[in-house]
């Protein structure tokens, strides 16, 4: 009987893994509100969205408002909408430029890219005072100071 729990409670682990590692959660433009500031995602390509280990789903109309939103350390698989694609990219492959209109301001916008190289050619294009941020963890700490 101990020998069937421990198996059953095996497949258990392996289903949820599974279903964990999936898709990212559906994004409706113009449907779909923002979970922390309640807008209307109206630009799917500086969206995010999150699942929780217990399967909850929550989107975003931006990082910032991802961030607020899901603290750090909290259990939540992430993707940021790739600016330049339909597709998207899981955060700890993703690559950002986050955007601001002067030195001192807070982040506009915060779009997501695939690639450093994607990102340094959208960094050069776009006036403005732009960071990047390498890696999901640098974009935490980053924006967590604003």
């Known amino acids: ?19 964990r590692g ?5 994004v409706t433009v113009g449907t779909t509100t923002c979970a922390n500031c309640q807008r209307v995602v109206d630009d799917v390509s500086l969206a995010a969205v999150a699942r929780s280990t217990e399967n909850a789903v929550k989107a975003f109309d931006s990082a910032a ?16 909408h790739d600016h330049e694609s339909p597709n998207w990219i899981e955060a700890s ?5 986050i955007q601001r209109q002067g030195p001192g301001t807070p982040a506009r916008h915060t779009p997501a890219f695939v690639s450093r190289e ?8 776009t006036p403005g005072r732009n960071e990047i941020a ?13």
């Open 1 to 19: 009987m101990k020998r069937l729990t421990i198996v059953a409670s095996l497949f258990l682990l392996l289903v949820v893994g599974c279903r």
């Open 93 to 97: 492959k993703a690559v950002f430029v």
């Open 22 to 26: 999936g898709e990212p959660p559906q």
């Open 65 to 80: 408002c991802l961030l607020k939103a899901i603290p750090k350390g909290d259990e939540w698989q992430v993707w940021f």
């Open 118 to 125: 994607q990102a340094n050619a959208f960094y050069k294009r």
């Open 134 to 146: 390498p890696d999901y963890p640098t974009l935490r700490a980053v924006l967590s100071h604003e």
